[in-house]
């Protein structure tokens, strides 16, 4: 397992990311260090490692859905676009994706024995993670430090995310040529940004609780105004002083978007849409090494085993070609905000795209779409919540999900989850065939439950729906914790049901 020296790479660029500052042999000891700890990982499940590296490589929803086509395409899926026709386009065996607005991305695989009104097998996820975002205008100042402002999205414990190495991320809309635009990913590396907390000496109240106003506290510096006059004042361009002054944000900004971008002027960048997230890169972790350390495991895992679920089913000899059923996986945006966008679950989007797929495959009655709705199912995978050590009273006594024992049912009398007997005796099914452990999360009944994408598309669609996610610690954190067992647990599982559930669900009599 070729891991050690990517790993290694990971750390230096981390911890020196100015080399030159150090002596050599400083920077030797320190590689040598790393090296030793690096050999540890080969008990690591690769499947772990693997997505250490998918969720590095993911710092906003733009560069999540960038990651899965890339992958998509390496394993032989086509591009389609949603303004063109797919007609005459879509064979049995294909594989295809499309994303809309960069931020959602579908992707499928046609069987080979499907017909038109045969069903879906359809894995959903979401790409976005609570974060702090950049402002339409975020130029502001204060006390001679130059600021960024910023404004929450989703619901983030937010206090983490003081005193954090943070950088930017998203994606600009930059000029490439006369009245041509593009959008690009930006993704920066170094820690540009960050949000001091204050003194316990200047508040001593701090001790009885860290109390703070979002807008006036959660607002992050990026340079002294002392350095950054210095650097105007040396620049001989009179020009871009004077067009700093209008600008709805710091210079000092977007200048390390020009130079990230590889572009030449501001005038080149006409807007962005920029997350805020931790520099400090997703690890294993643990005595053992048993816990994945990182941010947006909620929820990244799930897109990620649902892509790799989906990728490793259509390896496997003869699968798709025996398939009555259409494989698909969806990663929406928005989720964390309500899914109410162009381009979220809230959307006709799911909906669209199951129409057009099965019309692109030649429908054959009126009623084609509706009769494969009632032969599909949906799979919302979304991360679920592993018992706390420290605070375990917070779940009900008989549903305590531990890592490592397997992907978490979640359950709800009052809909919060779509789940049902009949959709998870199918589940159950699918990962008995792969050995997959499944364990049962249900809340308190004195405490409120959280919903996903699950409830809303099987409202909406009539589709029989299950929900489920890994388990982990410290939800919407900057800093998750969640097994490294259970990736491979949630990957088998996907895979499993891709592969059987057509066969699972004939045997399945209820209406």
Same mark, same amino acid.
């Given at each position: 397992m070729e891991i050690s020296r990517d790993l290694i790479h990971y750390s230096c660029d981390f911890f020196f990311p100015y080399k030159n500052y150090f002596t050599s042999k400083f920077v030797r000891v320190k590689i040598h260090t790393m090296a030793n700890y690096a050999t540890d990982y080969s008990a690591v499940p690769i499947e772990a490692v693997d997505f250490v590296k998918f969720v590095n490589n993911s710092p906003s929803p733009f560069h999540a859905v960038e990651e899965a086509l890339t992958r998509l395409v390496g394993a032989g899926f086509e591009e389609l676009k949603e303004r063109d026709s797919w007609t005459g386009k879509l064979k049995p065996n294909g594989k295809y994706y499309f994303t809309r607005n960069k931020s959602t991305i579908i992707a499928f695989a046609v069987g080979g024995k499907y017909t038109p009104g045969n069903g879906f097998s359809i894995v959903g996820t979401h790409s976005d993670s609570p974060c702090l975002k950049v402002k339409p205008v975020s130029k502001k100042s204060s006390a001679k430090y130059l600021q960024v402002?910023? *404004?929450?999205y989703g619901g983030g414990l937010w206090h983490t995310w003081f005193d954090r190495d943070l950088s930017v991320a998203g994606r600009v809309m930059v000029e490439t040529g006369e009245n041509k635009f593009e959008h690009k990913l930006v993704h920066v590396r170094r820690p540009i940004l960050r949000v001091p907390t204050l003194a316990i000496h200047l508040d001593r109240n701090v001790i009885d609780g860290f109390k703070f106003n979002n807008e006036t506290h959660l607002t992050p510096l990026i340079a002294t105004a002392t350095k950054a006059f210095e650097g105007e004042k040396n620049s001989d361009d009179k020009e +871009? +002083? *004077?067009q700093n002054e209008d600008l709805k944000h710091h210079s000092s900004l977007l200048n390390v978007l020009i130079h990230e971008l590889g572009i030449k002027t501001v005038n080149?960048? #006409?807007?962005? *849409?920029?997350?805020l997230y931790d520099t400090q890169q997703a690890t294993i972790g643990g005595a053992f090494n048993e816990f994945i350390f990182s941010a947006r495991l909620d929820n990244l895992m799930m897109s990620y085993c649902a892509l790799i679920g989906l990728i490793n089913s259509i +390896?496997?000899? /003869? %699968?798709?070609? *025996?398939?009555? /059923?259409?494989?698909l996986i969806a990663f929406f945006d928005n989720e964390e905000v309500g899914s109410v966008s162009a #381009?979220?679950?809230? %959307?006709k989007l799911i909906e669209s795209s199951l129409r057009r797929i099965t019309y692109g495959l030649d429908m054959v009655s009126p009623t084609t779409f509706e009769e494969s709705i009632h032969k599909s199912l949906l799979i919302s995978a979304d991360m679920a919540h592993a018992v706390h050590p420290n605070y375990s009273e917070k779940h009900e006594e008989n549903h305590k999900p531990q890592m490592h024992n397997g992907v978490v049912i979640k359950i709800n009398a009052n809909q919060r989850y779509a789940t049902t007997a009949a959709t998870t005796l199918i589940l159950r099914q699918a990962a008995k065939k792969y050995n997959v452990p499944l364990q049962e999360f249900c809340a308190r009944a004195d405490s409120p439950c959280g919903s996903t994408i699950g409830p809303m598309i099987s409202a909406n669609l009539g589709l029989r729906t299950v929900d489920v996610g890994n388990p982990q610690l410290s939800m919407h954190s900057i800093r998750e914790t969640a097994g490294t067992d259970d990736v491979g647990h949630a990957i088998k599982l996907f895979q499993g049901f891709f592969e059987e559930f057509a066969k699972i669900d004939s045997n399945v009599a209820i209406d």
């Open positions: 402002g910023v *404004e929450t +871009k +002083k *004077e080149q960048i #006409h807007d962005f *849409e920029l997350c +390896k496997k000899i /003869n %699968s798709l070609d *025996e398939d009555p /059923n259409i494989r #381009h979220g679950a809230g %959307s």
